[in-house]
């Protein structure tokens, strides 16, 4: 028995030294939080693979990028902002660069079109708004909440949401400004793995635009996705994601994203979560709505719902991979994920900016 002890003692301080009892758990449970102050978190999705050899200034580019959408969010909370207007703000930072597979820098469709998901949810009244497969509206979650609020829809998708988009008069762009090479290179990788031919390059896009650096590291977004999570003073939660969804999907594939449930939920009387993965378990999972049923009726706090989530349940179904972010009325946020990293980033008012990408 005493030896036993011994071993035991001695395992678990080996790994707690070598980190890899912490990333088991790929998560940390902060401390409770202050009422009435704010909390924030973003992810920019969730991957393996080549995220073991992210080059250095690859890694500082993401992180950098991360610490402009929190700061972007924080900012509106901290002049006594909305949820929902900190869940835009956010977002509109990683939809707008083109390092995240949303908006500028979606991954394409096997016919080499963008078509990108979102949706939005905010947490007091339970209202939302969603689009899918659309091809050219700058900020996806822009269009999202304005199905929400302006129109007696929850979700549109295709070519009824970029007509609407355009009637708004939400900001359009051309196919070529969500076109970036490392994305098209990341495509033809895809495509000539599973027997596919390369579509033709889309209108506005040379072929000189298509030069990568061929020893250039970069994460693949097979399934990237960005999000946010958030709870202003007043304890309202809100939650958004946007994404272009998985490369070399069938033309007409929606994921989780723009799934109210699957990728996006938001309660005041349970949790705010969006999630980064592979959709199509997701959505089988109604794994956000999951999660905050946990909280809500099983008084789970959100670490261990969303953990329950991603290491047991997501994982029992082979190839469900991916991550999320959870932040509730009364507790900061937190994250948990079971592939190799995601990028993510997290902040309650008074407190310090943490910003990771592998465990
Ligand atoms: N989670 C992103 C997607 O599956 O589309």
Same mark, same amino acid.
């Given at each position: 028995?005493?030896?036993?002890?011994?071993?035991?003692?001695?395992?678990?301080?080996? =790994?707690?030294?070598?980190?890899?009892?912490?990333?088991?758990?790929?998560?940390?449970?902060?401390? %409770?939080?202050?009422?009435?102050?704010?909390?924030?978190?973003?992810?920019?999705?969730?991957?393996?693979?080549?995220?073991?050899?992210?080059?250095?200034?690859?890694?500082?580019?993401?992180?950098?990028?991360?610490?402009?959408?929190? %700061?972007? /969010?924080?900012?509106?909370?901290?002049?006594?902002?909305?949820?929902?207007?900190?869940?835009?703000?956010?977002?509109?930072?990683? *939809?707008?660069?083109?390092?995240?597979?949303?908006?500028?820098?979606?991954?394409?469709?096997?016919? /080499?079109?963008?078509?990108?998901?979102?949706?939005?949810?905010?947490?007091?009244? =339970?209202?939302?708004?969603?689009?899918?497969?659309?091809?050219?509206?700058?900020?996806?979650?822009?269009?999202?909440?304005?199905?929400?609020?302006?129109?007696?829809?929850?979700?549109?998708?295709?070519?009824?949401?970029?007509?609407?988009?355009?009637?708004?008069?939400?900001?359009? *762009?051309?196919?070529?400004?969500?076109?970036?090479?490392?994305?098209?290179?990341?495509?033809?990788?895809?495509?000539? %793995?599973?027997?596919?031919?390369?579509?033709?390059?889309?209108?506005?896009?040379?072929?000189?635009?298509?030069?990568?650096?061929?020893? *250039?590291?970069?994460?693949?977004?097979?399934?990237?996705?960005? /999000?946010?999570?958030?709870?202003?003073?007043?304890?309202?939660?809100?939650?958004?994601?946007?994404?272009?969804?998985?490369?070399? %999907?069938?033309?007409?594939?929606?994921?989780?994203?723009?799934?109210?449930?699957?990728?996006?939920?938001?309660?005041?009387?349970?949790?705010?979560?969006?999630?980064?993965?592979?959709?199509?378990?997701?959505?089988?999972?109604?794994?956000?709505?999951?999660?905050?049923?946990?909280?809500?009726?099983?008084?789970?706090?959100?670490?261990?719902?969303?953990?329950?989530?991603?290491?047991?349940?997501?994982?029992?179904?082979?190839?469900?991979?991916?991550?999320?972010?959870?932040?509730?009325?009364?507790?900061?946020?937190?994250?948990?994920?079971?592939?190799?990293?995601?990028?993510?980033?997290?902040?309650?008012?008074? /407190?310090?900016?943490?910003?990771?990408?592998?465990?």
């Amino acid at each position: 028995m005493h030896k036993f002890l011994l071993r035991l003692t001695f395992t678990l301080g080996a =790994l707690f030294a070598s980190g890899t009892f912490a990333s088991n758990l790929k998560s940390q449970t902060p401390t %409770k939080p202050a009422a009435g102050t704010w909390a924030i978190a973003v992810h920019g999705g969730a991957g393996s693979g080549e995220w073991e050899h992210m080059p250095d200034a690859k890694e500082a580019a993401y992180h950098a990028a991360l610490d402009r959408a929190l %700061k972007a /969010g924080a900012a509106v909370l901290e002049r006594d902002g909305a949820s929902m207007d900190a869940v835009e703000a956010a977002l509109h930072v990683m *939809e707008d660069d083109p390092l995240f597979n949303a908006g500028r820098g979606a991954v394409f469709n096997e016919h /080499g079109e963008n078509e990108m998901d979102a949706s939005i949810m905010d947490g007091k009244t =339970l209202g939302a708004g969603a689009v899918a497969g659309v091809h050219f509206t700058k900020n996806p979650i822009s269009l999202a909440r304005s199905v929400m609020e302006k129109t007696p829809h929850v979700m549109l998708v295709g070519q009824g949401a970029d007509e609407y988009s355009k009637r708004a008069g939400l900001p359009q *762009e051309p196919v070529a400004y969500f076109w970036t090479a490392q994305r098209w290179k990341e495509l033809g990788e895809v495509l000539e %793995k599973s027997g596919r031919p390369m579509p033709p390059l889309p209108p506005g896009v040379t072929q000189a635009m298509t030069a990568v650096d061929p020893n *250039e590291v970069s994460p693949r977004h097979q399934y990237g996705t960005t /999000g946010v999570v958030v709870r202003d003073r007043k304890g309202n939660v809100a939650a958004g994601t946007s994404t272009g969804g998985m490369q070399g %999907k069938m033309r007409g594939r929606v994921g989780d994203s723009p799934i109210i449930g699957a990728g996006t939920y938001a309660s005041n009387a349970s949790c705010a979560v969006s999630g980064t993965g592979v959709g199509e378990y997701f959505i089988r999972l109604n794994l956000a709505r999951g999660i905050c049923d946990a909280v809500q009726y099983r008084g789970m706090t959100v670490q261990a719902a969303a953990d329950e989530m991603l290491h047991t349940t997501l994982p029992s179904l082979k190839g469900g991979e991916g991550g999320v972010i959870v932040l509730s009325p009364n507790e900061a946020p937190v994250w948990s994920f079971n592939t190799v990293g995601m990028f993510r980033a997290r902040m309650v008012e008074g /407190g310090t900016e943490e910003i990771a990408i592998r465990h």
